[in-house]
């Protein structure tokens, strides 16, 4: 059974740096084929992809956001991380996780999300 | 960036009724190896998104078969044959051939 699970301060304020961790079961990132992706979502509003990463450790970022994430992953421990520099309250959303698998590049099990909310 | 423009951005339905939505690309979703990597999601209120279809026409699993999708090039349509009120929700098609971008969303709505 695939799992995720995000995970996030729930506020933070502007020009600090988000950190957020995505835990997961029922899969691994070593095994061929795996990815984990983040996309976000401002209340009340759309989908917003913002990163990839691959059992390889490929990774791929969303231009217009490239300068300000890093994702990164620990395969022992089941999880994929994601920093985001300089945050401003345009980053206030929804953050989830979800696993990609490589054959063909979908989002086939989501996380519940985590609400990040940027304040001074 | 790959614009994904979908219409319409609100549809309203009655149970039994069939629906389409329509997502146009501003640039060619096909890639030199003949793939086409345009999905469709649902949201439904309060969830998170769950895939439909991948790679234009492929049902996802466990998806019911009256959804369906279609298209080429830049244009995909994504068909639910009798809505069901499960189905209500938002519609966001997604591409991947490029940098991945979402369509803004269809919202489905009990007429």
């Known amino acids: 059974q695939v799992t995720l699970k995000e995970s996030g301060p729930g506020i933070l304020q502007p020009s600090q740096t988000l950190s957020l961790t995505c835990t997961f079961s029922?899969?691994?990132?070593?095994?061929?084929?795996?990815?984990v992706g983040w996309i976000r979502q401002p209340s009340g509003k759309g989908l917003e992809w913002l990163a990839n990463?691959?059992?390889?450790?490929?990774?791929y970022y969303n231009p217009s956001l490239k300068n300000r994430l890093t994702i990164s992953k620990d395969t022992s421990n089941n999880q994929a991380f994601l920093k985001i520099t300089n945050v401003d309250t345009a980053d206030t959303a929804t953050y989830y996780c979800?696993?990609?698998?490589?054959?063909?590049?979908?989002?086939?099990?989501w996380g519940p999300g985590t609400m990040v909310t940027v304040s001074s | 960036d790959v614009v994904l423009t979908q219409t319409p951005s609100t549809l309203s339905a009655t149970i039994g009724q069939s629906v389409s939505i329509s997502c146009r690309s501003s640039?060619?979703?096909?890639?030199?190896?003949?793939?086409?990597?345009l999905y469709w999601y649902l949201q439904r209120p309060g969830q998170s998104p769950q895939l439909l279809i991948y790679l234009v026409s492929n049902l996802g699993s466990g998806v019911p078969n009256r959804f369906s999708g279609s298209g080429s090039g830049t244009d995909f349509t994504l068909k639910i044959s009798g809505v069901e009120a499960e189905d209500l929700g938002v519609y966001y098609c997604?591409?991947?051939?490029?940098?991945?971008?979402f369509g803004a969303g269809t919202k489905l709505e009990l007429k």
């Open positions: 990463i691959w059992w390889d450790d490929d990774k």
């Open positions: 997604m591409q991947a051939t490029h940098a991945d971008t």
């Open positions: 029922g899969f691994s990132l070593s095994t061929y084929g795996m990815g």
């Open positions: 979800a696993r990609m698998l490589g054959s063909y590049w979908y989002f086939d099990f």
């Open positions: 640039q060619s979703l096909l890639d030199s190896a003949g793939n086409t990597y």
